[in-house]
């Protein structure tokens, strides 16, 4: 999969915007046609979405679009509108059950086979922000193979519960725990929630360390002042990965000579912390072979 430490939207309507964003070196752009598009511009949305598709140079950047919801009786004509041009993915907004992401999967299979692209080849990433979609989670997790990440979407969560979101979203602590538990559970990147100041850089490097600390892969960004901060906090210092290697190799070594558990200045390591240290290497893009 590739990198999303940073997942930047854009609103769909906004060519200068989806243009500058693939200037600015961002994991991934979402090109959004939900709420960042008034009901009245949703065509031009997307005929904008699909010429950026076509036209322009993402670079390595991940290529995705947020359709409106299922159920929303927009999305139909979002996939219709889009699929031609082929995005690496779709953002599926709140999603409450498999059956939302059951039914986007059968519609991008048709489309796949009218536009000749390889069946299966888009994939799907669902944002979850409603207290039924927290409920379901491992369903939700496991609906689809094209299914890669999981959204943690806690604005919209805290207005479904009736809770009020404070800078310690301590409000939505279990919902953020269970999202990405669940994602780690079922090999899916766990997306962490937006930061919607983005002019407070000290509030929001503190919320991305913790998402990082959590054990999200990145973490939703709305302006690309905040890219920079946000993809350093969910990269792996060099100090952390010098030590993850450091156990790696101790751990293979002590393979080779048949042994199991084994200590580290004083601490010992067994196979989570292992595994951990893999992790590590993993999304620091290292080989830890």
Known sequence: MPPRRAMLYMPGSDWHK????????????????????????????????????????FGSTERLVRINSVGSGLEAKDLEALIAAKPDGVVIPKVGTAKDIGWVSAKLGKLEDKHGHKHGSIYILAIVESAIGIV????????????????????????????????EASEVLYARSALVTHAAAFGLDAIDMVAVDFKDMAALEKEANQGAQMGYAGKQIIHPAQIELVQTAFTPSEEDVAAARRIVEAHAKRQEEGAGTFAIDGKMVDMPVVRSAEKVLQRAGVNNS
């Open 18 to 57: 989806i243009e500058k964003a693939t200037t600015q070196g961002v994991d991934s752009v979402c090109m959004d046609l939900e709420d960042g598009v008034a009901l009245n511009r949703k065509e031009e949305a997307r005929a904008t979405v699909a010429k950026a598709l076509q036209e322009l140079d």
């Open 136 to 167: 379901n989670l491992k369903e939700i997790a496991q609906a689809d193979e094209r299914v890669k990440a999981l959204i943690f979407g806690a604005l919209d969560l805290a207005g479904d519960i009736g809770a009020k979101l404070t800078s």
